[in-house]
């Protein structure tokens, strides 16, 4: 997977993830950090290259916090209206606490190109790609921030997700069709 590109005034920055959600089984990981008028967020992606079976995107290992992790714990979860790539999307939230601090998270899967905050919605979308003769490309998409760093964290993913869909989507689409820079 390409490196995500700035976009709207975000730019690549270096910090470190305290924080990531434990997936697994992925052909490839971004790990990457924008920021724009001193506020940051944090993108983490699992890409999945048709991938089947038990390390699959969809697994029930895929979690955003492992139940051993004694370092971080789900606080709170839900959903929210973003939209990406002209469409409106419903994607999950969370909060992740733990010693090292907390996050709000917002994520969903891309799936050849398809987006859904489902699980089994995302399991439909390879197994039709692979029908179409698709490799059923996947990914999971992680945006977060510290809510210390903002007041409205989620309306700054929100924002954010918004405003860098088009580089995020050409990273997805680049890795899925071959051509990654």
């Known amino acids: 997977v390409p490196p995500i590109e700035g976009a709207n005034g975000w730019h690549a920055a270096d910090a470190a993830f305290e924080w990531q959600p434990h997936f697994s089984g ?18 983490y992606i699992a890409y999945y290259a048709g991938e089947r079976g038990a390390k699959g995107l969809v697994n029930s290992g895929n979690l955003l916090v492992a139940p051993d992790d004694a370092r971080w714990r789900e606080i709170a979860r839900g959903r929210t209206a973003v939209t990406f790539n002209n469409e409106t999307l419903k994607p999950r939230t969370a909060t992740i606490g733990g010693a090292a601090g907390r996050f709000d998270v917002l994520w969903w899967y891309w799936v050849d190109g398809r987006l859904t905050a489902s699980d089994a919605v995302a399991k439909a979308l390879q197994a039709l790609a692979r029908l179409q003769g698709g490799r059923g490309d996947a990914a999971a998409v992680f945006l977060f921030t ?20 088009a580089p995020i989507a050409q990273a997805l689409r680049g890795a899925r069709d071959g051509t990654a820079r």
């Open 26 to 43: 992925q052909r490839a990981v971004v790990r990457q950090v924008f920021e724009r008028d001193g506020e940051r967020v944090f993108v």
């Open 146 to 165: 510290q809510p210390s760093e903002r007041k409205d964290s989620g309306a700054l993913l929100a924002r954010f997700a918004a405003e860098m869909d």
